[in-house]
């Protein structure tokens, strides 16, 4: 049972690249997010998936896309990378108005 | 006014000291509240849920008030491995797809 998983750990980017980052849940819950932390600052939502196939927006969702084809797997993409996206993105699951339960988070730079 | 407040601290206090947090939310039909710890460039982890009723595990208390509409987290005896960001977690509506999470309070305990 691994819980949550993200791929990939860090990444570089120059201004311009796409990418997408893959979370991965084996606990079969409904809910998955992705959330962005900047230094010294708070976690905010980007997306958010309520079931497979389902997507909504959450509070900064400009410069991103998310899917969800299969439940246990939420994908977060950048079409085409800022710097100001340079940031620590972390994804969680939950089931129903249980806790979260994060990923190790994905620490990208975009130069 | 946040929909989740919290002070930022940082909260310095020595080992063996007590400390407490306050955490305050703006929606009174909130359902479900947390607590969790995030160590400096990690993922946040759940530290306890909060119960109407108040909950304690070992040397943490959580309380509930729902009248005042804040939730609370007392630390007594504390560890230097204490020391981490302890944000407050608020779920609006039961069954929701939305969290809201606190910026989070920091706290270092010195030797």
């Known amino acids: 049972n691994a819980g949550v998983t993200q791929t990939p750990k860090f990444r570089v980017l120059k201004t311009g690249q796409s990418m997408t980052l893959l979370c991965a849940q084996d606990?079969?819950?409904?809910?998955m997010y992705w959330y962005r932390q900047d230094p010294g600052m708070g976690l905010r939502l980007i997306h958010y998936?309520?079931?497979?196939?389902?997507?909504a927006k959450g509070e900064v969702p400009d410069g991103y896309n998310v899917s969800r084809l299969k439940k246990q797997n939420f994908l977060l993409g950048l079409e085409s990378a800022a710097p100001s996206q340079t940031s620590v993105y972390f994804c969680?699951?939950?089931?129903?108005?249980?806790?979260?339960?994060f990923g190790p988070g994905t620490r990208l730079t975009v130069t | 006014r946040k929909e989740v407040e919290q002070d930022p601290g940082p909260f310095n206090v020595p080992e063996g000291a007590t400390v407490a947090f306050n955490c305050t939310y703006s929606?009174?039909?909130?359902?479900?509240f947390f607590w969790y710890r995030q160590d400096c460039r990690k993922e946040p982890k759940l530290l306890m849920s909060?119960?109407?009723s108040g909950n304690e595990d070992g040397r943490f208390t959580a309380q509930l008030n729902r009248a005042s509409q804040y939730i609370s987290l007392l630390i007594r005896d504390s560890k230097l491995s204490d020391s981490a960001t302890y944000l407050c977690?608020?779920?609006?509506?039961?069954?929701?797809?939305?969290?809201?999470f606190g910026s989070g309070t920091r706290l270092s305990i010195r030797p």
């Open positions: 909060v119960y109407s």
């Open positions: 606990m079969n819950h409904e809910y």
């Open positions: 998936s309520v079931g497979e196939g389902t997507t």
């Open positions: 969680a699951s939950r089931h129903a108005d249980y806790e979260q339960y």
């Open positions: 929606n009174s039909a909130s359902q479900s």
């Open positions: 977690v608020v779920n609006p509506y039961s069954s929701a797809s939305k969290i809201i």
